[in-house]
T-cell receptor, first 111, second 113 residues
Framework: DADVTQTPRNRITKTGKRIMLECSQTKGHDRMYWYRQDPGLGLRLIYYSFDVKDINKGEISDGYSVSRQAQAKFSLSLESAIPNQTALYFC??????????FGPGTRLTVT | AQSVTQLGSHVSVSEGALVLLRCNYSSSVPPYLFWYVQYPNQGLQLLLKYTTGATLVKGINGFEAEFKKSETSFHLTKPSAHMSDAAEYFCAVSDRIEGKLIFGQGTELSVKP
């Protein structure tokens, strides 16, 4: 079984809808991250969390919120989706600052 | 603040030829440096990392990279390209405390038969 899982893997939604992307990990890591990938821009950090009570904004947090339900679960929400949030979203985990482990990604399309 | 610049969004090489993907970084603190690879429709996989010590680091699949502080570079090389190396490659930098990754824009590597 994969160490970092993301659900759904693909999602198409309409402008204005609320959507949640979920991430679970079995690696026992405290740190979890959400990134967004856009062609030609690489990956950019949305939010990160060092434990259940510690959540921090990343480079591009506007329009997003997160919830750390447990050490193993970190969800990303789009309260009112807009077309320019169409992207590939990755969750990652780490035990420290050295190496992050990425999930398979969620492809989100907002029409 | 930290930033990463990858020179060339697309690189094409022939099978068996040298692979050279360029990465320059900016960091106000001693950085950790990474190369990740993304195969089509997959997540990111760590190729190699530099944290401390030897400046020439070896990774998986025959790749290596050299940390050159004076040039603020961390270029990725492989002596002989294989068709299976076709993928997108990302250089990234992080600080040594929070571990937030700052990525370059990516370089797509194509390998011609």
């Amino acid at each position: 079984d994969a160490d970092v899982t993301q659900t759904p893997r693909n999602r198409i939604t309409k402008t204005g809808k609320r959507i949640m992307l979920e991430c679970s990990q079995t690696k026992g890591h405290d740190r979890m991250y959400w990134y967004r990938q856009d062609p030609g821009l690489g990956l950019r950090l949305i939010y990160y969390s060092f434990d259940v009570k510690d959540i921090n904004k990343g480079e591009i947090s506007d329009g997003y919120s997160v919830s750390r339900q447990a050490q193993a679960k970190f969800s990303l929400s789009l309260e009112s989706a807009i077309p320019n949030q169409t992207a590939l979203y990755f969750c990652a985990t780490s035990a420290g600052a050295v190496e992050q482990y990425f999930g398979p990604g969620t492809r989100l399309t907002v029409t | 603040a930290q930033s990463v610049t990858q020179l060339g969004s697309h690189v094409s090489v022939s099978e068996g030829a040298l692979v050279l993907l360029r990465c320059n970084y900016s960091s106000s603190v001693p950085p950790y440096l990474f190369w990740y690879v993304q195969y089509p429709n997959q997540g990111l996989q760590l190729l190699l990392k530099y944290t401390t010590g030897a400046t020439l680091v070896k990774g998986i699949n025959g790749f290596e990279a050299e940390f050159k502080k004076s040039e603020t570079s961390f270029h990725l090389t492989k002596p002989s390209a294989h068709m299976s190396d076709a993928a997108e490659y990302f250089c990234a930098v992080s600080d040594r405390i929070e571990g937030k990754l700052i990525f370059g824009q990516g370089t797509e590597l194509s390998v011609k038969p």
